[in-house]
């Protein structure tokens, strides 16, 4: 089991190494991040200024209170609504992310399968099916992070549980659902869905932990997502590789992604 995390670890570096080699890549897979990096970014300025205001909404019980109990309450108010903002940015960044750049990790997970001796079988999909099909599971994905986003967020708040147990789920949980997210191009391109995706990984649970856990603390450093994921998306292509038993060492020439 430990091995098998360690490997998964390893096709995040296997990533880097890939996309790293080819300029050209890393261009084409830092737009997509940094458009939707700005977003994220406008909207938690905006999520600032208004986060007094709403925090006064919520609490309209501490009119009648003295000033300096008010101000505490509200304070402290202003202060979660922010960290939760925070937190729905980061369960939601990935999704909103691989949604907007989908022509573009497209093009990285096929240059990616094409060094490895493409896919036998391709399904050609209409452009506009599978961004409806990717626009409903990352839709779900999303979902599923905030079910579990939200209350591993309250129980944050616990004393010793909030800052030893629920950072480790945070990242177990985090993990998986990006792993479920980033092999979806792959996924797509052989004509399956989110529910094949699941029990893909679920036969080698660790390897995919592994990766997505690497993803999520990586994800944690400022800036990281946006840098990461040309390297996510073609690790993730790799794992999805493995986890329909099809090779991925003997990498063929590099091929540019037009």
Known sequence: MIRSFVDGVRLL?????????????VLLGLIPAVISGALFVGGFVAWVNVVVDVADWLTPFADSWSPGLQDAVRGTTAVGLLAFGGLLGVLTFTAVTLFIGDPFY???????EERHGGVPGAVDVPWWRSLWHSLLDSSRLIAF????GVPLFILGFIPIVGQTVVPVLAAVFGGWR??????GSAFYRRGLRLPDRRVALRANRPKALGFGVAVFCCCLIPFGA?????????????????????????????????
Do not use: C, H
């Open 226 to 258: 946006v840098l990461i994921m040309p390297a996510a998306v073609a690790g993730a292509t790799l794992l999805a590789r493995q986890s329909l038993g099809q090779p991925t060492n003997g990498a063929g020439p590099d091929p540019a992604p037009s």
């Open 13 to 25: 570096l296997r990533g880097f190494a890939a996309y790293a080699r080819n300029p050209k890549m």
């Open 145 to 148: 992070g905030i079910a579990i």
């Open 178 to 183: 990006l792993a479920l997210e980033l092999v």
């Open 106 to 112: 497209e093009k990285i997970s096929e240059w990616v």
